[in-house]
T-cell receptor, first 114, second 112 residues
């Protein structure tokens, strides 16, 4: 069974802390994605990566960075957490573009920044 | 620019009804279209992927159709159950990029 896992389901951090969200997939997928989901705003893409050490900014990259040192792992970093980064964070993976690039999601991390 | 719309935003039906959820997209040059289910506070679960060369795809009580020329997909749920209550989203790859464009979802409630 295909799987995308995220390091935490719930996380509470303080303003100014550095936060790491980890995502691991076991499907040998080339693409990995980080989204945030907020009520009324839907899913918004933060960053994605199409290969090891390769990354591209999504629609809302400000305040975030990412790291992909291994194909199966994609990390989202909040350099200095702020209250407006309180959100549900979703990681996903897929094959490279084409008819078969089904996207698979992890269970999500609910981050609260106090 | 690709835009994806889902109507209705919310739907409430009695158990046992057959129902149709709609997804519209503006750019017909898509590789595929994917339907997801999301339970409150959880991640997205992939339900069906329809490739651009297919007209429909079935999984159990779910049937998804794709009409690229009209920019529409429908998700048909047969004999709905309370366990089907969730938000249903559709998504298409954005042409020429690795990105996906998601609809805003239909929140379904099936009443026992």
């Amino acid at each position: 069974d295909v799987k995308v896992t995220q390091s935490s389901r719930y996380l509470v951090k303080r303003t100014g802390e550095k936060v790491f969200l980890e995502c691991v997939q076991d499907m040998d997928h080339e693409n990995m994605f980080w989204y945030r989901q907020d009520p009324g705003l839907g899913l918004r893409l933060i960053y994605f990566s199409y290969d090891v050490k390769m990354k591209e900014k999504g629609d809302i990259p400000e305040g975030y960075s990412v790291s992909r040192e291994k194909k199966e792992r994609f990390s989202l970093i909040l350099e200095s957490a702020s209250t407006n980064q309180t959100s549900m964070y979703l990681c996903a993976s897929s094959r490279l573009a084409g008819s078969y690039n089904e996207q698979f999601f992890g269970p999500g991390t609910r981050l609260t920044v106090l | 620019k690709q835009e994806v719309t889902q109507i209705p935003a919310a739907l409430s039906v009695p158990e046992g009804e057959n129902l149709v959820l709609n997804c519209s997209f503006t750019d017909s040059a898509i590789y595929n279209l994917q339907w997801f289910r999301q339970d409150p506070g959880k991640g997205l679960t992939s339900l069906l992927l329809i490739q651009s060369s297919q007209r429909e795809q079935t999984s159990g009580r779910l049937n998804a159709s794709l009409d690229k020329s009209s920019g529409r997909s429908t998700l048909y749920i047969a004999a709905s159950q309370p366990g089907d209550s969730a938000t249903y989203l559709c998504a298409v790859p954005n042409s020429g990029t690795y990105k996906y464009i998601f609809g805003t979802g239909t929140r379904l409630k099936v009443l026992a």
